[in-house]
């Protein structure tokens, strides 16, 4: 079984940076593809970053250049530092993790989910 933990969301002014955080704990062997969602009162989930494996990195047009996505995989643990924040970023924000857990057991795992709420 594997428990995904987020923190660092919380309340900030228009302009201002918050970085958030998701570690992952449990039977892992390694994660692949690592993802941060988000989801507006209203809104479907959409996708704001992604990382492989491999480090490479995509982004949805609306964050392209404010936000960052990083990983330490030593520490299963993905990070997203967002910068210049609009009131628009405004959401609850969603780790993802593609997890291998041995040769015979792969899973996709959901955090709990973390409110970003930018005042403008």
């Known amino acids: 079984q594997v428990q995904l933990v987020e923190s660092g969301g919380g309340l900030v002014q228009t302009g201002g940076s918050l970085r958030l955080s998701c570690a992952a704990s449990?039977?892992?062997?390694?994660?692949?593809?690592m993802y941060w969602y988000r989801q507006a009162p209203g809104k479907q989930r959409e996708l704001v970053a992604v990382i492989t494996s491999g480090g490479s990195t995509n982004y949805a047009a609306s964050v392209k250049g404010r936000f960052t996505i990083s990983r330490d995989s030593a520490k299963n643990t993905v990070f997203l530092q967002m910068n210049s924040l609009k009131p628009e970023d405004t959401a609850v924000y969603y780790c993802?993790?593609?997890?291998?857990?041995?040769?015979?057991?792969?899973?996709?795992?959901w955090g709990q989910g973390t409110q970003v709420t930018v005042s403008s």
């Open positions: 449990g039977t892992i062997s390694s994660i692949n593809a």
């Open positions: 993802n993790l593609d997890v291998v857990s041995s040769r015979w057991s792969r899973g996709n795992y």
